[in-house]
């Protein structure tokens, strides 16, 4: 499967704003219960980990803008996924 075959079909299950970072791997963003996820690694049966923001239109800004390089841009409360959890920016104390 191609990757832009991928996409169509991760467009299919929801996920919206999907693309390619420089590394290779795929994000885009899916609406979750009371968040946004910026969701990384996407692939065929799930994701790598998902970055939750409090605003939708903060998840968009920052998965149009992020390089895949640290974190994502933007107030992002939490990162659940590969290598664990941690709070973001967004996080109140």
Same mark, same amino acid.
């Given at each position: &499967?191609?990757?832009?075959?991928?996409?169509?079909?991760?467009?299919?299950?929801?996920?919206?704003?999907?693309?390619?970072?420089?590394?290779?791997?795929?994000?885009?963003?899916?609406?979750?219960?009371?968040?946004?996820?910026?969701?990384?690694?996407?692939?065929?049966?799930?994701?790598a980990g998902r970055y939750c923001y409090e605003r939708r239109?903060?998840?968009?800004?920052?998965c149009a803008a992020w390089d895949g390089l640290g974190h994502? &841009?933007?107030?992002?409360?939490?990162?659940?996924?590969?290598?664990?959890?941690?709070?973001?920016?967004?996080?109140?104390?």
């Open positions: &499967m191609t990757t832009e075959q991928l996409k169509v079909l991760l467009q299919g299950e929801g996920y919206e704003h999907v693309r390619q970072l420089p590394d290779g791997r795929l994000i885009g963003i899916m609406a979750q219960l009371f968040t946004t996820g910026l969701v990384v690694g996407l692939h065929l049966i799930g994701y239109a903060d998840a968009v800004e920052a994502p &841009m933007g107030p992002w409360v939490k990162y659940k996924g590969e290598g664990g959890e941690c709070l973001g920016p967004g996080a109140t104390p």
